[in-house]
């Protein structure tokens, strides 16, 4: 699809159309080595991410408020992997857009949303968390699965229309204020008014929150644990109850990594977006979008470490025990124990 002029330099993306944009150039060897490497990585984060899906859903010990966010997160991940990773990577090969510009604003409506949706999801997590651990006895009351439900479809609905406006904002910026526009791209560059107002609702909001919360968390937890520790070490007999606070601040550590996992990589993110005036063009961006998608094929690989629960259910999955009559039955945390 490139154009080479009389000079054997210039490309085009669309050599038919006067407007084309610049076609960048890239090697034989660049091109064979990033279409594999982004094949692999949105490979492995589809995977991963769907064995979660297939785990949480298919088992029905599992089906708890808490996993339910776990879901969701996973399934915002596994949409990272495939589509955004892929289309992304092509865009950023072949330096060109060449699907129009109606799969371009689906496309970035698409990216927007499954990023909002990780942050609102980790939010729910944190929030979740806090009750189980500093409100153990209010938990089966606040938290039920129906609201846990209502929540993550708020999310997605608030994500999906928070993108929306947010892009048709783009759309009416870039044609009454830009005149440099070519076509075979697909970027989104926002004026400095609208990048504040969603750095503060995508990020400092939800950072806020997030980090008073955990901080909560692990301060309660900490002196839970030392109870319980001190307990053991008396010879006394430790209540169930107390064992259970141990499993929650257990599960708020584990769920912790991840958090603060997405929130290493959305901070430089957000930081620089607030400095550079051509965000799509800046290599120092791509890197840290890139960075966050990378980070959607991680989080499988922090269940595996830190649940045994997971462990076991994968093994199922693979093995085809789940195909087996009444298998979603199955009480994999007596298997784990």
């Known amino acids: 699809m490139a154009y080479e002029t009389e000079d054997h330099e210039t490309q085009y993306c669309f050599p038919a159309i006067n407007s084309s944009c610049i076609k960048g150039k890239r090697s034989r060897y660049e091109y064979s080595f990033m279409y594999v490497f982004f094949?692999?990585?949105s490979a492995w984060t589809v995977f991963l991410n769907l064995l979660v899906i297939i785990?949480?859903?298919h088992f029905k010990?599992?089906?708890?408020?808490?996993?339910?966010?776990?879901?969701?997160?996973?399934?915002?991940?596994l949409l990272v992997g495939l589509i955004v990773m892929p289309v992304d990577a092509i865009k950023l090969t072949e330096t060109c857009w060449f699907f129009g510009d109606t799969l371009c604003d689906l496309f970035m409506i698409i990216m927007g949303l499954v990023l909002s949706t990780s942050i609102c999801n980790l939010l729910l997590i944190a929030i979740d968390r806090y009750v189980a651990v500093c409100h153990p006895l209010l938990y089966p009351q606040k938290i039920t699965t129906t609201k846990t439900l209502i929540?993550?479809?708020f999310c997605w609905v608030f994500s999906f229309v928070y993108n929306t406006v947010y892009l048709i904002s783009f759309r009416y910026f870039e044609s009454s204020q830009?005149?440099?526009t070519c076509y075979g791209k697909c970027y989104l560059i926002i004026d400095f008014s609208w990048t504040v107002v969603d750095v503060f609702i995508s990020f400092l909001f939800p950072l806020t929150v997030i980090i008073t919360l955990y901080?909560?968390?692990?301060y309660v937890a900490h002196q839970q644990v030392k109870v319980i520790n001190s307990l053991m070490k008396g010879g006394k007999c430790v209540k169930e109850g107390s064992v259970r606070r141990k499993s929650e601040s257990k599960a708020a550590l584990t769920l912790g990594i991840i958090v603060t996992a997405y929130l290493l990589c959305f901070i430089p993110y957000y930081i620089l977006s607030l400095t550079s005036s051509t965000i799509t063009s800046s290599a120092a961006i791509t890197f840290l979008i890139w960075t966050i998608y990378a980070n959607s094929g991680m989080n499988p690989?922090?269940?595996?470490?830190?649940?045994?629960?997971?462990k076991i259910s994968v093994k199922h999955i693979l093995t085809l025990k789940i195909l087996k009559p009444a298998s979603s039955l199955s009480d994999i945390f007596t298997d784990c124990s």
Do not use: E, G
């Not at 010990?61 to 991940?77: E, F, G, M, Q, R």
């Not at 901080?215 to 692990?218: A, D, T, W």
């Open 39 to 41: 094949s692999l990585l």
């Open 215 to 218: 901080l909560r968390i692990f």
């Open 178 to 180: 830009r005149t440099d």
């Open 301 to 310: 690989v922090v269940y595996a470490l830190f649940y045994r629960w997971f």
């Open 61 to 77: 010990k599992l089906h708890t408020p808490t996993n339910l966010i776990i879901l969701s997160l996973a399934v915002a991940d």
């Open 151 to 153: 929540s993550i479809c």
């Open 55 to 57: 785990s949480i859903s």
